[in-house]
């Protein structure tokens, strides 16, 4: 399985900015408490053989804090970081969260030229994530990915066969995560779990 988890709460989150570039903002001290109820209810659930995060430092942070205690060796994984916001970086303002988040219209709906200005197409953004994923994708190993949200759903839609409405619609907050079985081809792969939203 693979337990692709949203990092905690971050400081530009806070700000609502458009924070995607690597490293990027750090965690809260409530992000910080997420990450703790996190990892110890994931551990709770699963049996976890190993933990990665993106590059960001509050993906890093949130491994280490939720994950540590318990795992020796927590790897950042190039291409695991978030959708790039282009021209909208560090931006908070509604007509940027507008546009940054209209792109993803298309992403949950697998059309590959759907581009966010100056940031990534979804063709861009799948080849670097599946690229950085792929060594850790093992249906006989239960896996965190310490990510983020927008990456995490722009992910999960096409992997599966997650209804496109269903993906835009289902938000991730923070320190909440998706479950997938990664059986059989990429693209019809099975959603366990969406945060705590129903799947039927």
């Known amino acids: 399985m ?11 989150n806070v700000d609502r900015k458009l924070d995607t ?26 049996d976890v053989d190993r933990v990665v995060t993106s590059e960001a430092l ?30 909208w970086e560090m931006m908070n303002s509604l007509e940027a969260h507008e546009a940054y988040h209209s792109a993803f219209s298309g992403f949950y709906r697998r ?21 950085g994923l792929e060594p850790w994708v093992d249906r006989e190993k239960n896996t965190v990915v310490v990510s983020h949200g927008g990456a995490i759903r722009a992910f999960a839609a096409n992997a599966s066969a997650v209804d496109p ?11 909440s995560y998706v479950v997938l079985d990664p059986v059989g081809e990429f693209g019809s792969w099975r959603v366990e779990k969406w945060a705590d939203y129903p799947l039927s």
Do not use: K, M, W
């Open 111 to 131: 059309e590959l030229a759907a581009l966010i200005e100056g940031g990534d197409s979804l063709d861009s953004f799948l080849t670097r994530y599946r690229s």
């Open 21 to 46: 570039l690597v490293p990027g903002a750090e965690l809260t001290d409530l992000g910080r408490e997420q990450a703790r109820e996190a990892g110890a209810d994931i551990l709770r659930e699963f």
């Open 165 to 175: 409405v269903f993906a835009e619609r289902s938000y991730l907050p923070n320190c």
């Open 58 to 87: 509050r993906a890093r942070q949130t491994g280490e804090i939720g994950f540590g205690a318990a795992f020796g060796e927590i790897p950042a994984v190039p291409g695991l970081q978030e959708v790039h916001a282009g021209r």
């Open 2 to 12: 693979l337990i692709l988890l949203r990092h905690g709460q971050t400081f530009s």
